[in-house]
């Protein structure tokens, strides 16, 4: 499995598109748990080819994968949080909160939940979220692996967020404490 993860995380836009799903099939039956040990870094080489593809492109090219990816990606942050200490005191702290987030040029859409002291996540939009975040795929991704700023992004009218501000605020030091994690 992990030789099969790395020669993925090696390949085009292109490529992914017709080997991701088949691959995500077989992660979900390894168990993102065990791929995660196979391979301490996973979360920051995807973090890293997050960075370096179109996203916008690609979701709009490979819905299907992309949503695929997504589901398990979520799972693997939801492992990441359990075993970081600093990032679940963050989450309990936080409370339960439920985010949407959707591109403005792309079929880009998802969600994540903090509840129980836990996250997790998926492609699917909930119904009745505290917030819905809307932007660009860019800038989405961005806000989700740390490289746009939760609260300077949302000053400079970089997202929009509808929901109330107090339980945006809520969510900075988690999204903060976890996306440090995605930094090399």
Not at 156 to 164: H, P, R, S, T, V
């Given at each position: 499995m992990k030789k099969d993860v790395d020669k993925a995380l090696k390949m085009s836009e292109n490529e992914l598109k017709t080997a991701l799903p088949p691959l995500v099939e077989r992660v979900k039956a390894f168990g993102v748990g065990n791929l995660m040990e196979a391979m301490p870094d996973l979360a920051l080489r995807l973090v890293n080819n997050l960075r370096s593809i179109d996203v916008r492109k690609f979701v709009t090219e490979?819905?299907?994968a992309s949503a695929a990816?997504?589901?398990v990606l979520w799972e693997g942050v939801g492992i990441l949080v359990e075993k970081d200490e600093e990032v679940k005191k963050k989450v309990v702290n936080a409370g339960e909160i439920k985010v949407n987030f959707e591109a403005t040029?792309?079929?880009l859409k998802g969600h994540f939940k903090l509840s129980g002291g836990k996250i997790s996540g998926g492609s699917a939009l909930l119904d009745a979220p505290d917030l819905k975040v809307s932007s660009d795929a860019k800038t989405l991704i961005g806000?989700?692996?740390g490289d746009v700023d939760p609260v300077k992004g949302y000053i400079?009218?970089?997202?929009?967020?509808?929901?109330?501000l107090a339980t945006?605020?809520?969510l900075v030091p988690v999204m903060t404490s976890l996306t440090k994690?995605?930094?090399a």
């Open positions: 490979a819905p299907e990816f997504t589901d040029d792309s079929p806000l989700l692996i400079a009218g970089q997202f929009k967020l509808e929901g109330d945006g605020i809520k994690r995605f930094k």
